[in-house]
């Protein structure tokens, strides 16, 4: 397993337009990616304008068939100029 965590800061005012097209690139991924096995989408009340989200993907190839993947270049695309700060980590499953 493939574990990437991304931890975004929206710019002011731009939330409610970011967070319907972050859903659906999730929910896109889960549906049509075979490689991708969990994508959450999380937001905290006392943080507002954070988003953070946690993937699960088959290995770091599915990663990167993700980054590769239209729907993902499309939201990438369309989200780019709302983003303040974008953090990317990645983890690979050593144990149970």
């Known amino acids: ?14 939330f409610e337009t970011f967070m319907p097209l972050m859903i659906e690139n999730a929910r896109t991924s ?34 990167q068939s993700h980054l590769a993947s239209t729907h993902f270049l499309a939201f990438d695309s369309q989200v780019s100029t709302m983003i303040l700060e974008k953090t990317v980590a990645t983890y690979s499953k050593v144990t149970s």
């Open 30 to 63: 889960n549906r049509v990616e075979p490689g991708c096995r969990q994508f959450d989408v999380c937001t905290d009340l006392e943080r507002p304008g954070e988003v953070f989200l946690y993937e699960i993907y088959d290995d770091a190839a599915a990663f």
């Open 1 to 14: 397993m493939y574990a990437v965590t991304v931890r975004f800061l929206i710019k002011d005012g731009m």
